[in-house]
């Protein structure tokens, strides 16, 4: 086993996008479990937008936009403890267990730390099929995947026909989300940045994408949906929400995943008219995907499998090297210079 246990811990809070400055790389003691408890290694963690809108505003302390962590902290990684560890942003190997569910070398989900080696109570872990492709695990067949499908499936319920518009369409959550509507027979229209656009289109199958850095957002969704928006899957909320806002169809769906243009910000955006909401009888609704885990997993990646054994569901992953380079790889992900899904790989991957 490796002695050390290479940390990554808040150094300041950053201004605007983060960089590497904002963070320290530090070396820590390699935990001991106890009684109930499960020592795991990472393989991969989860590059998020929402770890940007968690770090400590301009003071050093909680931001002004909901951060919850301060300078000093270790960086988190998904949802702390209690939280099952679907919730985790790490996958990895079991080191040493002390219990009774796990023995040294399964693979599981948990942690919430950025972080190589950590200490979990072992009823906050989840156990990965013997199967499983590391690389994978966070993003189509897990929380990513389900996001999607949540947000899709209770709140969008995209008809044949229908025009669903999808932003950050060539993101972890949005790649799936549009290709979930275009199974449903839906006509996908995307909003992207980069060479994510072309992806959406040619790889994907997405019926257009916008490139929001280079068209007007809402002219080119005059183009493109000259009957309205049936169907609202908003990763980003600011500025693209609002041109989409306004041109949604009656009885349209408004599923408001995330706020992805927010995060990096130091004041809260413009207030927006909810007028729409009452004329056009739209119904928007939030979701936190953790109070569907429960009810609605197992169904979720019943149909996830179906669709990739069909062919129908792709998915690209960037793989960044370590913790060195994550803040940078943040920054690119809060910029929309990613290339997918972003995982950073912490260890040689034991599954390929
Ligand atoms: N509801 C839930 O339970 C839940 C759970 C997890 C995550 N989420 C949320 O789901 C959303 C998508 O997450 P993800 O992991 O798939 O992220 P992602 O889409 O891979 O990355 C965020 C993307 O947002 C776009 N963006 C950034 N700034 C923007 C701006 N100012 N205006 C318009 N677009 C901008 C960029 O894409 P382009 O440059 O290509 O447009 C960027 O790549 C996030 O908001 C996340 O917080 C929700």
Not at 24 to 39: R, S
Not at 241 to 258: E, P, Q
Not at 326 to 348: C, F, T, Y
Request: charged letters at 20%; hydrophobic letters at 40%.
């Amino acid at each position: 086993m490796a002695q050390t246990n290479p940390s990554v811990r808040i150094a300041r809070a950053p201004q605007g996008l983060p960089t590497r400055e904002d963070f320290a790389l530090v070396d820590e003691p390699i935990p001991v479990p106890a009684e109930g408890e499960v020592l795991f290694r990472a393989v991969y963690m989860s590059l998020d937008p929402s770890m940007r809108r968690k770090l400590p505003g301009p003071q050093g302390a909680p931001g002004p936009l909901g951060g919850t962590q301060r300078v000093g902290d270790l960086m988190i990684a998904g949802v702390p403890p209690p939280s099952l560890g679907y919730m985790s942003g790490l996958v990895g190997q079991v080191v040493e267990s002390r219990h009774p569910d796990f023995t040294q070398g399964d693979l599981v989900q948990g942690g919430c730390w950025w972080q190589h080696y950590q200490v979990v109570q072992g009823h906050s872990l989840e156990k990965l099929p013997a199967e499983t492709k590391l690389s994978e695990a966070l993003g189509l067949l897990g929380q990513h995947g389900f996001v999607a499908w949540v947000g899709m499936r209770n709140i969008g319920n995209a008809k044949p026909g229908e025009t669903v518009l999808v932003s950050a369409a060539g993101g972890a959550i949005g790649m799936i989300a549009g290709q979930l509507a275009k199974a449903d027979g839906a006509r996908v229209i995307g909003i992207a940045s980069g060479d994510k656009v072309a992806y959406v289109v040619d790889e994907l199958g997405f019926d257009a994408c916008i490139d929001r850095t280079n068209e007007d957002v809402g002219e080119a969704l005059d183009r493109l949906c000259p009957d309205g928006i049936d169907v609202y899957f908003d990763n980003v909320g600011g500025q693209v929400m609002l041109a989409a806002y306004d041109r949604m169809a009656d009885f349209g769906r408004i599923v408001i995943c995330g706020m992805a243009s927010e995060y990096n910000a130091v004041e809260l955006p413009f207030g927006a008219s909810l007028r729409p909401v009452l004329r056009k009888r739209l119904r928007i609704e939030g979701f936190v995907v953790y109070d569907h885990y429960a009810d609605q997993f197992a169904e979720f990646q019943a149909e996830m499998k179906a669709l990739i054994a069909e062919g129908r569901m792709k998915y690209r992953i960037e793989v960044i090297d370590g913790f060195e380079n994550a803040p940078e790889a943040l920054a690119r992900l809060l910029d929309g210079r990613n290339k997918g899904k972003m995982i950073v790989q912490l260890a040689p991957d034991p599954t390929g």
